[in-house]
Every structure is written in C-alpha cells, then in structure tokens.
C-alpha cells in the first residue's frame, strides 16, 4: 500500500440492497462473489466486477449479522454467518436453505473465520470468551465438545472475543483478539476441543503460542477507559502469506505484526542495546557534530538527501505531521534504516504526540543507537522517552548509561 496507490482509488459501485447497516462483507476466494451480512438479518450475494444482486437470503438470525464468511470446500454454494443473537449459521445461498443453526454462545457472536485446508468447518467468536469450531459432519449444540478457546480462563471472567483469524500458510494457527490490546494466537495442534465446563479448572498447557501487543499499552487499559476509550481488538487479519497480522485496535490506533516479530526466535531489539551499545566499535577520534558521532556512514543519496531536507523545514515550521510523512518516504526509498533518518522521525513524533507516537519514537531512537552507538541525540530522546512512558527505572539507567558514555555532557 502506497500513497500513489491511495490516490488512484477511486469508487466504481454502490451496492444497493439492504435495509440496514452492512457489518460484514467477505470475498470468495477467486474475487468475484461479494457476500454481506446486515442489521437486516439478510445475507445478500453479489457480482462484485459488474456490482450486480444474485441472492438474498432470509436467515433464521433474530439480531444483527456481524460476521459472514464462505464456506471452504463447497463451490461458493455455502456461507456462514454469526449474529448479536448468539446464534451461528450455515446458508446455501442459491437454494436459501439453512443447513445449519445453533445458539451456541452466550454472548453475541462477532466473528467468524475459516481454513481452506478444512472444508466445511467454520471457527466462532463470541463475547463469552468462547472460540468455538464447527463441523459440518458433526451434530451442533450448545453442549457439543468444540470449545477450542475459553479465553476466561487465561485472561478473566470479563474476557470477550472480538474476532479471529485463521494464518493461511499455517492453519494450526488462530489468532484471537479480545477486549484488551492483546492479540494471542493459539496453536490448534496443541488443543484438545472439549465441552463448556464453567468448574473446570483452567489448562496452562492450552496457553497461547504467542502475545502481541505495542509496548506502551500493557499496564494502561484502565487511563484508556477513564478516558471512555477502552482498547479493543476489532479486527484482525493475516496477509495472504500468512507473515503479517493487522490489528484494528479500538480506542487506539491500527498496528502490523510482521514476519520477524511472529517468528523471529532472535531477542528482538530491546532496552539492551543501552548497555551493549559500548561493544560496538567506535572510531578512536569519536568527534561530534549536531549530537551525532562520525561513524563511517556513507551520505545519503541525493533523493534520500532532498526528502531529509523537505522533513527538517517542515519540522522547523512544526508541521510534525508533515514532516514525520517526509521521514517516513526518506527511511522508505533509503530500503534501510539510517541512524539520522530514525533519529530525526523519532524528534518529530516526539512533537507530534498522536496516540502511539511516543512508543513508535523510542523504537526510532534504538534503532538510530543501535546502528551508531554514538549518536546523543538519540540517546537523549531514548531517555525522554522512557520518562513519557512513565518507565522511570529504565529512563534513569538510561541517563546513568549517557553520562559513563559521555561524560563531557553529564551536566548539560
């Protein structure tokens, strides 16, 4: 997604059908067919390439659809749909019979999700805490033995599932967002589906394979609700590839998890680079100028160079907003992080102070560190940063680390 492929959108249809709000719309998998499920408690199919109606189906849901997928292994004949009446469906919808219907949570169910590897089974989410799995095959009731995720039991009896997503690549793999900022995904290979037990003592051996979540976040749900903006996974979703997950975080901004931090089982960047920093190699002369070191960094290319430039004007006419977007291009068409580019973005997201921004400057600031240890500003931000963050401890090693590293500044 770039901004000159933002600009070349433009809207070819309005799809016309409904008599209430569209919550959930899904592709099938060849891009032709539209599928949308509404406040209407209809699902209408569409020819979306000529924005042409070919099905509207009743559906038995007495409450709002807010999830529709297509049924995997059944040639575009069959849909799911999940709705505010706890309820889960399966439709055909050339014939408009349904095929399958239970209330099978206690809470409205938000999201559904399929594998293309599992024909006829459709995973549900529900506001109980519940992932649930459905099969085709197999009778659907409430008592059925297809709890895969009771998610009151890793994180509290107030725990709701907002959505889930199925990786593509690897469909052992469930990601679950819930009504905190934590996406966890679960490995299905490891899970045995059992029946809703409210006694039963929670396993720890059905644990999440991994958390994500922005690093400012944890701790701060409850300053989030005071301010009547609790954080909320809304939406999830993998890439195709299965290498990246995007989080629609509800009361906050939307984040990407990319391959390396799924996957990666290296320690990732982290506050270590303030104390590893002085086993890099530094020149002997170390001189300073403008509170970077002369570290053998080639100059940057002439484009990279003007973009640079363009960002500094627009931060000294405190267009933060303007001039975080021109770094991002510079870091862009550099194709590698830069320690000036990264130190100079992190100086202006440190004025700008959008929601995340802070965070997203102490990431910048390592990563100037980490590519020139010597770089001061840098150091100096991390330190401003860590203080932002109310991470006092780590603010002060910071700044006991600055002043043994440099200490021709300790009373600057």
Not at 12 to 41: F, M, P, Y
Not at 65 to 93: E, H, K, Y
Not at 343 to 348: C, K
Not at 357 to 379: E, M
Request: hydrophobic residues 35%; aromatic residues 8%.
């Amino acid at each position: 997604m770039t901004p000159d492929l933002v600009k070349r959108l433009g809207l070819v249809k309005e799809l016309e059908g409904h008599t209430g709000c569209v919550n959930c719309i899904q592709w099938n998998s060849n891009g032709r067919l539209l599928a949308s499920g509404s406040d209407d408690k209809t699902v209408i199919v569409w020819d979306g390439l000529v924005g042409r109606r070919m099905a509207r189906v009743e559906t038995p849901h007495e409450g709002n659809i807010f999830s529709v997928v297509w049924m995997p292994g059944a040639d575009d004949q069959l849909v799911g749909t999940g709705a505010g009446d706890c309820r889960v469906c399966v439709l055909n919808v050339e014939t408009g019979a349904t095929l399958k219907s239970v209330i099978g949570h206690q809470g409205r169910v938000k999201r559904l999700t399929t594998a293309p590897d599992s024909p006829g089974v459709v995973w549900s989410g529900g506001e109980d805490g519940l992932v649930r799995q459905w099969d085709l095959r197999e009778r659907w009731s409430m008592d059925s033995s297809n709890v895969l995720v009771n998610l009151t039991h890793h994180a509290g009896r107030g725990a709701e599932v907002k959505c889930v997503s199925i990786c593509p690549s690897r469909s052992e793999l469930i990601a679950v967002g819930a009504n905190d900022p934590f996406v966890r995904v679960f490995d299905r290979r490891m899970i045995t589906c059992s029946r809703l037990d409210p006694s039963a003592i929670p396993d720890t051996e059905c644990g999440a394979v991994a958390y994500f979540v922005p690093g400012h976040l944890p701790g701060v749900e409850a300053a989030f609700h005071r301010k009547l903006r609790p954080l909320t996974s809304t939406y999830i979703t993998y890439n195709k590839d299965g290498t990246e997950l995007l989080c629609n975080l509800g009361g906050e901004q939307i984040y990407l998890y990319d391959k390396f931090a799924m996957y990666s089982t290296s320690a990732p960047i982290n506050l270590a680079v303030i104390q590893n920093c002085d086993k890099r190699q530094v020149p002997a002369n170390n001189g300073l100028k403008n509170g970077q070191s002369r570290t053998a960094f080639k100059n940057l290319p002439a484009d990279v160079e003007a973009l640079k430039l363009q960002a500094n004007s627009e931060f000294e006419a405190q267009d933060y907003s303007k001039a975080v977007y021109l770094y991002n291009q510079a870091i862009s068409h550099h194709a590698t992080p830069h320690p000036i580019l990264c130190g100079n973005r992190a100086a202006a997201l440190m004025k700008r102070k959008w929601d995340g921004d802070i965070y997203a400057a102490f990431r910048d600031c390592l990563s100037a560190l980490f590519l020139d240890p010597g770089h001061i500003k840098a150091h100096l931000r991390l330190a401003q940063c860590l203080t932002e963050l109310d991470w006092l401890p780590e603010a002060t090693k910071c700044l006991d680390n600055f002043k043994l590293k440099h200490p021709e500044h300790k009373k600057s």
